[in-house]
């Protein structure tokens, strides 16, 4: 079984750089960053919080697509 880091308020403005907690409440309450409650705290999972940053794939390079690689090319000119 997978153990799953949580992050409090605090650790993930913290882990975060720019993440306020007023921030963090928000995007709580409005249900874009997925939460429990444990007593008084507001908690949520690591991977939850670097989807939200990172995006769904946590892959941080952009690809592209097949079309943005073709050319256009005018016969007889070359692209510089």
Do not use: H
């Not at 709580?28 to 939850?48: H, K, Q, Y």
């Not at 697509?65 to 050319?71: C, F, N, P, V």
């Amino acid at each position: 079984m997978k153990k799953t880091r949580l992050y409090s308020c605090k650790e993930a403005c913290e882990a975060v750089e720019g993440l306020t907690e007023y921030m963090f409440r928000k995007l709580v309450s409005d249900g874009t960053l997925p939460s429990v409650r444990l007593g008084r705290n507001i908690m949520v999972s690591e991977d939850a919080l670097f989807r939200l940053v990172y995006g769904d794939d946590n892959n941080t390079t952009r690809t592209t697509s097949e079309s943005e690689t073709d050319e256009e090319t005018i016969p007889g000119y070359k692209i510089l």
